[in-house]
Nanobody, 116 residues
Framework: QVQLVESGGGLGQPGGSLRLSCAAS????????MGWYRQAPGKERELVAS???????NYADSVKGRFTISRDNAKNTVYVQMNNLKPEDTAVYYC??????????WGQGTQVTVSS
């Protein structure tokens, strides 16, 4: 069964940190590009960060220098370390797996709220 399960969301304080995890199963994780997306209320879903099978990374300008994406192919897991959190980082965060000639795979999302 193909599955992406996010965890690690919750309440974070401005300037604080959270780490999200996304555990994958049911497909060959190491061959997929993995991405973190987020969607705030009333806004479109947007790319936060992505990492290719080879480890190349890409970040949205709004999170550069604050967020770090990484993957552990042995554990079939992708992470995003979020530092120096801001209230505008509040959103539902989704994990996505994608590769050419395959359907995109999405997790169910995890809520991140940044507030003092």
């Amino acid at each position: 069964q193909v599955q992406l399960v996010e965890s690690g969301g919750g309440l974070g304080q401005p300037g604080g940190s959270l780490r999200l995890s996304c555990a994958a199963s049911g497909f060959i994780f190491s061959t997929y590009t993995m991405g973190w997306y987020r969607q705030a209320p009333g806004k479109e879903r947007e790319l936060v960060a992505s990492i290719t099978p080879g480890g190349s990374t890409n970040y949205a300008d709004s999170v550069k220098g604050r967020f770090t994406i990484s993957r552990d192919n042995a554990k079939n897991t992708v992470y995003v370390q979020m530092n120096n959190l801001k209230p505008e980082d509040t959103a539902v965060y989704y994990c996505k797996a994608y590769r050419q000639w395959r359907a995109d795979l999405w997790g169910q999302g995890t809520q991140v709220t940044v507030s003092s």
